[in-house]
């Protein structure tokens, strides 16, 4: 009897040592964590997910952070007074089927993956009980992998994209077009992103509290049209062997006096002279792309080229049990 009690001392011991909480052989804690509900529903864990200084939410970036934010929206809306304590195998594989209903794997796998991250943290944090079992069942839920998109824009519609964007006076996507089609680069390395001020990163691009990062920048031309943008890890691309942005090259020439600028973004809207949100060149990218009659399962974002080690790299990216931060 001595024996187990040493042992159930030092587990004790161990536990306070790592949660930060004394915890009697018995297994109830002495006193409760502070700002932890006795009966945790979803909603409590997604604030305590969102609000507690620990949680991995605060390291993220940017872009992951309103990522997540807009899954777990999703999920407390629809769940958040769900008590943890009540939740099962049974009801978890119930929503994730309704989720997944009417061809949305993807949506569906985002939200259990969101939903194991949330268990995790609070049993790592809280030493929750209840969100160690449901860890452990979400990690062992079989979740289909959605298909990796396959949809390719060829050559033949880019051109016609480029066409009709100067058309419509949207040089500037046809523009990006070019440079995205034809150097393998990503949009967010073509039109770059804009983040709030107090995120990582330089930038000299400021407008209404944001910052401009990422993006191509025309001092990233040398005299020898080599462009070499190290955020997109392509190394250095000739540009004089890329027809296609050769071609909007000597268009952008013929209104700057024969030259390309010495400096700044090379994609700039033609509304206000500065880089494209996200939305807004999607949005005109999609408008353009429909006048073309190309089909809507063809995206911006499949512009790109991309080589058959990035093909297999991309299937590999999400295995089905290890996918995401948690």
């Not at 985002?110 to 268990?119: D, T």
Request: hydrophobic share 40%.
């Amino acid at each position: 009897m001595e024996r187990d009690k040493a042992q159930l001392q030092e587990v004790a011991a161990k536990l306070a040592a790592k949660y930060g909480i004394t915890v009697r052989i018995d297994g109830e804690p002495s006193t409760p964590y502070p700002n932890v509900p006795r009966t945790l529903t979803l909603r409590d864990l997604i604030e305590l997910y969102r609000d507690d200084a620990r949680s991995p939410y605060h390291g993220l970036k940017h872009n992951s952070r309103a990522s997540y934010k807009a899954i777990i929206g999703l999920i407390e809306r629809e769940h958040g007074a769900q008590p943890i304590a009540d939740l099962n195998a049974a009801i978890l594989q119930e929503w994730y089927e309704k989720w997944k209903a009417g061809n949305k794997a993807a949506m569906a796998r985002a939200k259990m993956v969101m939903l194991r991250g949330l268990f995790n943290f609070g049993f790592a944090t809280f030493a929750d009980e209840h969100c160690a079992r449901l860890f452990g069942i979400v990690s062992s839920m079989s979740i289909e992998v959605p298909k990796a998109r396959t949809q390719q824009l060829t050559r033949e519609q880019a051109n016609l994209i480029r066409m009709k964007a100067h058309e419509k006076e949207r040089d500037s996507i046809a523009l990006a077009q070019a440079f995205q089609t034809e150097c393998g680069l990503l949009q967010k390395d073509v039109i770059g992103e804009w983040l709030p001020v107090g995120e990582p990163g330089i930038s000299d691009v400021i407008s209404n509290g944001l910052k401009w990062v990422r993006g191509i920048r025309w001092e990233e031309i040398d005299e020898n049209l080599i462009l070499d943008h190290q955020p997109s890890g392509k190394g250095k691309i000739e540009l004089k062997k890329a027809p296609m942005v050769m071609e909007e090259l000597e268009r952008v020439k013929a209104k700057n006096g024969g030259k390309l600028p010495n400096s700044g973004p090379i994609v700039v809207s033609e509304w206000d002279d500065l880089p494209w949100t996200a939305p807004e060149f999607r949005r005109w990218w999609r408008l353009i792309a429909d006048a073309c009659g190309i089909p809507k399962t063809i995206r911006s974002a499949d512009s790109r080229i991309r080589s058959a080690n990035e093909k297999t790299e991309a299937k590999m990216k999400f295995p089905n049990k290890s996918e995401g931060p948690f």
